[in-house]
């Protein structure tokens, strides 16, 4: 791949790390919720209890890692596409 698209290249192991690092991170966090519970968290005004947040950071996980692999995987399809075109180095 030309020199121009080694950014793109590295781009795509930072969106499956991100993506790994968000899972990891909203699980923990949502784990901790869960079985913790704890006071109510003000969510925008808005007292919501700390278990139903916890069970809100399993569904952002999951978006998360979704939102950064599906940019990782994006980003590889251009770059293929791009290789096949006629006149591509």
């Known amino acids: 791949m030309a020199a121009p698209y080694r950014f793109l290249q590295a781009s795509i192991v930072v969106f499956k790390v991100l993506a790994w690092v968000a ?3 909203q699980v923990i966090t949502g784990l901790i919720l869960v079985i913790g519970g ?3 968290i003000l969510v925008g005004g808005v007292e919501i209890p700390a278990r139903a947040v916890g ?3 399993f569904v952002a ?3 998360y890692f979704y939102s950064f692999w599906l940019m990782a995987n994006l980003i590889h399809l251009w770059l293929d596409i791009r290789s096949h075109l006629p006149g591509a180095s």
């Open 23 to 25: 899972l990891a991170l």
């Open 38 to 40: 704890g006071d109510p």
């Open 61 to 63: 996980a999951g978006l």
């Open 55 to 57: 069970l809100l950071n």
